[in-house]
T-cell receptor, first 113, second 114 residues
Framework: AQSVTQLGSHVSVSEGALVLLRCNYS??????LFWYVQYPNQGLQLLLK??????LVKGINGFEAEFKKSETSFHLTKPSAHMSDAAEYFC???????????FGTGTRLKVLA | DTGVSQDPRHKITKRGQNVTFRCDPI?????LYWYRQTLGQGPEFLTY????????KSRLLSDRFSAERPKGSFSTLEIQRTEQGDSAMYLC????????????FGEGSRLTVL
């Protein structure tokens, strides 16, 4: 079955430091990939998505992710963390040919002052 | 507000009672999804609709769960004879046609079963 794995359920970074949240997918065919963010007591909001166009995808709030087929990865990065980035981040896959979106278990990002 | 809306936002019930959640998707979106999210976990797929047709159901959706989308507009998710294990956030999302579309989520309905 198609799935995504997010390494690290909690990540802490200092304000201004690089943010790196990891996501690996399992798929025999490159799927569509997404990163969502969830702030407390809110629904999930799309950060960015990969749909087989450019492998480096830019999203909102300065986030970007790179699709690496050889590594089956879609890691999320931001050059400089801001306090407002503290939230939970979910990687999701939409296996090619289906309408089903499968989410990872999430990574909670904490930004230290 | 033209986003996905869910009602109620919070529901506390006693074990054995029935509960129903409603989701109003974005009006032009013909696909609607229900997910369940428990603490520390990602959203788990429950079911989805294409217009009024329920096209896929997860094995997580036991026979105590039923979802409908009459007329392809709003959707309801009913849980009968609730159990403490049903306590979770129930998320609704919608998306327009197209396999690469993003899901637009509501703020969720939190269920607590005592």
């Amino acid at each position: 079955a198609q799935s995504v794995t997010q390494l690290g359920s909690h990540v802490s970074v200092s304000e201004g430091a690089l943010v790196l949240l990891r996501c690996n997918y399992s798929s025999s065919v490159p799927p569509y990939l997404f990163w969502y963010v969830q702030y407390p007591n809110q629904g999930l909001q799309l950060l960015l998505k990969y749909t087989s166009a450019a492998t480096l995808v830019k999203g909102i709030n300065g986030f970007e992710a790179e699709f690496k087929k050889s590594e089956t990865s879609f890691h999320l990065t931001k050059p400089s963390a801001h306090m407002s980035d503290a939230a939970e981040y979910f990687c999701a896959v939409n296996p090619s040919g289906t309408y089903k979106y499968i989410f990872g278990t999430g990574t909670r990002l904490k930004v230290l002052a | 507000d033209t986003g996905v809306s869910q009602d109620p936002r919070h529901k506390i019930t006693k074990r054995g009672q029935n509960v129903t959640f409603r989701c109003d998707p974005i009006s032009e979106h013909n696909r609607l999804y229900w997910y369940r999210q428990t603490l520390g976990q990602g959203p788990e797929f429950l079911t989805y609709f294409q217009n009024e047709a329920q096209l896929e159901k997860s094995r997580l959706l036991s026979d105590r769960f039923s979802a409908e989308r009459p007329k392809g507009s709003f959707s309801t998710l009913e849980i009968q004879r609730t159990e403490q294990g049903d306590s979770a956030m129930y998320l609704c999302a919608s998306t327009p046609e197209g396999i690469t579309g993003e899901l637009f989520f509501g703020e969720g309905s939190r269920l607590t079963v005592l």
